[in-house]
């Protein structure tokens, strides 16, 4: 046999080997995470046609845009050039399975036929190969970088990739290198042999392609021939690797942003519901999950999705102040979990061959005790959504915790036991602290002025511009009462006519709901729901000061039948000011900095407004901390963390208040009644420690900011006193 015919056998018979190879090993792994997907429970909340829809847009933007990934500039560029070499990478893969059975003559059919002012389609097609290849390779060599530089080894916990699968990573960026130099060798071959397509492939051409002329034709065509094969084996081998590992994300980024929840387009918002009917439960009935098979469709997506950047992990409270909480980890153990249980969800193994995987619990129920989740992994959530916020493929790490925290509330009363008294304070007296719906109107007596309250059956709503929804901190916690008072007053002056509910107010069950107890939370949302109807709010509108309140009654309550507009005080206050109906004019002067609530702003992208108050008020010298607006830190009181103890690592309130003092502020403002407490704590301390003098550093609403700005200094007030002209009383 001559050197051709070897040669084309060579090519045909090994080539073909690969893809079929490969081919089968790809096609059997992705029917398996097909299966996996398809063998989850469906999601009530999530009719796919309508996702679809409405997620085009933001699937264009967030994949084709990189919206997200762009937020952190160096390594959204790089990959922004990666993912696109990759696009245009797969016309290589066409040009290779052609020649591979054509021969190095081969060309992409039409492409030279079609053309504009000279340059024709294979031109641009050429230009674009060889330029993003370069750019991919740029891009890799950032990602090695960054990678290099956040090494775990000598990083540890602050490196975003401790816990990630770190030969993965490599690998992924080796492949990608052979893939391009692959590529430009066998261009390079072509064009040395006379084949070449376009003169526009400056590399392939240039480059490898000039280095190879003055080669023997033999060792050319066998230089072209392994070269092929090797790079179909490169490529098709990259494709099984995707399969099975992080990089997965390529083919399930489509699907995980075109069915997600389309009303978390801006914002966190709402948890997802699970209905539940108590009446009607059985021994069957499972609330929460507490078996893998028992998430939705949508969180199998999620652990498919997830990338292992660790950008999760970078922004976390928890993982940031020592405690064992990874998003990024935690959605990677229940990926792990889920897909070695995936043979006998699929009834592929019985439950002899399945082992201990069937066996072991999702969660423990103590500290340490075997388990796929660590107990204090669970229970560290401040359900703040920095995870979520940050995840370039849309991952709702929240969700999945809550589901988890679900099962073991409701299913097995396993909890930090010293929420226990929290739930039994809001199920027997309506708030957490347990004092009573009796003295819910006790901190209007100190006020000058009556406010009307709402009576259940009378509506009477519509006759007021706003229902104010003190919430139970601002109607029972003493350092919270003078927050709502403040609120109260500023309404007041502004010629604002509201009304309050008085003794008939209730808690949301926000605090219930975040620790798991969804029974709870929606009996009391049922309540609520007939309460504001009775008296008319959905002729009106609510204002409320509290995030979690504000958060509850806007987004989780229509679940429930509550379609009501809700206002965060921040939103009204800040309207009053434009209309010149609050008008600040006491000067301050002083350095002051806020924190953004999470349920304000990461849950409902409030931002600007609490800012707009504070600025009203002359005097003030605003400072921003590092981590704000969307990148803010969390205060430590979310996810009912505010009623479980803090034993792991660094307090986050502590590590908040750390961050605040060292831009010097003289007042921290705020505008969410867990986050005044947290931030006054943390003072509290830092002033028992010595590290600041007694009141040095005061916390505020931005209410009580703008209050004080309203007030004459008392020198002054003398000294209109005196001036005054005296009145003469009629007689």
């Keep these: 046999m001559t050197d051709e015919p070897l040669l084309a056998l060579f090519r045909i018979v090994v080539g073909t080997a690969t893809l079929a190879f490969f081919g089968a090993w790809a096609v059997r792994r992705g029917t398996f995470l097909v299966q996996l997907i398809l063998a989850a429970k469906p999601n009530p909340e999530r009719n796919i046609r309508t996702a679809f829809k409405a997620n085009l847009r933001h699937a264009l933007v967030n994949i084709f845009g990189h919206k997200k990934l762009l937020k952190w500039s160096l390594s959204g560029i790089a990959h922004f050039w990666v993912m696109y070499a990759f696009f245009i990478l797969q016309t290589t893969v066409l040009e290779a399975i052609g020649e591979l059975y054509v021969g190095p003559s081969f060309q992409l059919p039409l492409l030279n036929s079609i053309s504009l002012f000279g340059v024709t389609a294979y031109d641009v097609l050429g230009f674009s190969q060889d330029a993003l290849g370069l750019l991919s390779l740029t891009g890799i060599a950032i990602f090695a970088a960054i990678r290099a530089s956040q090494d775990p080894r000598s990083q540890g916990r602050n490196s975003r990739f401790a816990g990630s699968n770190l030969n993965q990573g490599w690998w992924v960026l080796g492949a990608e290198v052979l893939v391009v130099w692959t590529l430009w060798t066998a261009h390079g071959v072509r064009f040395a042999k006379g084949f070449a397509p376009t003169e526009a492939a400056f590399i392939s051409n240039n480059l490898f392609g ?24 490169i490529v098709m081998g990259f494709l099984v690797f995707t399969l099975h590992s992080k990089h997965l994300h390529i083919i399930t980024i489509a699907f995980q942003e075109l069915t997600r929840d389309p009303n978390r387009d801006t914002a966190l918002g709402k948890l997802t519901s699970e ?39 970078s922004q976390c409270p928890a993982w940031n102040t020592g405690k064992p909480l990874s998003p990024k980890i935690l959605i990677q153990d229940l990926r792990d979990h889920m897909y070695a249980k995936g043979p006998f969800l699929l009834g592929k193994v019985d439950e002899a061959e399945a082992g201990d995987v069937i066996k072991i619990p999702l969660v423990g129920d103590a500290p340490g005790e075997a388990a796929v989740i660590d107990y204090d992994v669970l229970w560290s959530c401040t359900t703040c959504g920095a995870c979520v916020e940050e995840c370039p493929v849309d991952i709702q790490h929240v969700d999945t915790i809550v589901a988890l925290r679900r099962y073991k509330a409701m299913m097995e009363s396993s909890f930090p036991q010293e929420a226990g008294v929290m739930l039994k304070n809001v199920e027997n007296a309506g708030d957490p602290w347990g004092v009573g719906q009796a003295k819910r109107e006790d901190w209007t007596t100190k006020l000058d002025f009556d406010i009307p309250v709402l009576v259940p059956g009378e509506e009477q709503g519509g006759e007021y511009e706003y229902i104010f929804w003190t919430g139970c901190a601002g109607a029972v916690d003493d350092r919270s009462i003078k927050i709502t008072q403040a609120t109260a007053r500023l309404l007041h002056d502004a010629d604002v006519s509201f009304a309050i509910l008085g003794k008939h107010e209730t808690c949301t069950g926000d605090p219930a709901r975040r620790l798991g107890m969804e029974y709870l939370f929606q009996m009391l949302a049922q309540q609520n729901v007939e309460l504001l109807k009775s008296v008319g709010a959905d002729k009106t509108k609510i204002v409320a000061w509290c995030p979690h309140c504000f958060n509850t009654l806007k987004n989780e309550y229509p679940d429930f039948d509550g379609n009501f507009e809700v206002l965060h005080h921040s939103e009204v206050l800040a309207k009053l000011i434009d209309e010149g109906r609050l008008v600040a004019t006491n000067q301050l002067d002083k350095r002051v900095t806020y924190h953004d609530p999470c349920y304000l702003g990461r849950h409902n992208e409030v931002y600007s407004t609490p800012r707009q108050v504070v600025n009203a008020v002359p005097g003030l010298t605003p400072t921003e901390m590092t981590r704000c607006r969307s990148n803010g830190f969390c205060c430590g009181a979310g996810g009912a963390r505010m009623w479980m103890e803090e034993n792991i690592g660094k307090r986050v309130n502590m590590e908040r208040v750390d961050e605040a003092l060292e831009l010097d502020p003289e007042l921290i403002t705020t505008a ?27 916390v505020l609403d931005i209410s009580e900011v703008l209050q004080r700005g309203r007030m004459l200094p008392m020198a002054t007030q003398g000294v209109a006193a005196a001036t005054a002209p005296e009145t003469v009383p009629d007689e």
């Design 672 to 698: 969410c009644p867990y986050c005044t407490t947290m931030l006054e704590d943390g003072i509290a301390q830092k002033t028992q420690e010595g590290a600041l003098g007694d009141g040095q550093v005061e």
């Design 275 to 313: 209905p539940i009917d108590l009446e009607n439960m059985t021994e069957d009935t499972v609330l929460g999950v507490g078996q893998i098979e028992q998430f939705t469709f949508d969180r199998f997506l999620d652990f498919q999705a997830c990338t292992e950047c660790g950008r999760c992990q």
């Design 210 to 233: 000039q280095a190879m002329i003055g080669i023997g034709p033999l060792t050319l065509e066998w230089i072209g021939a392994i070269n092929l094969v090797a790079h179909l084996a």
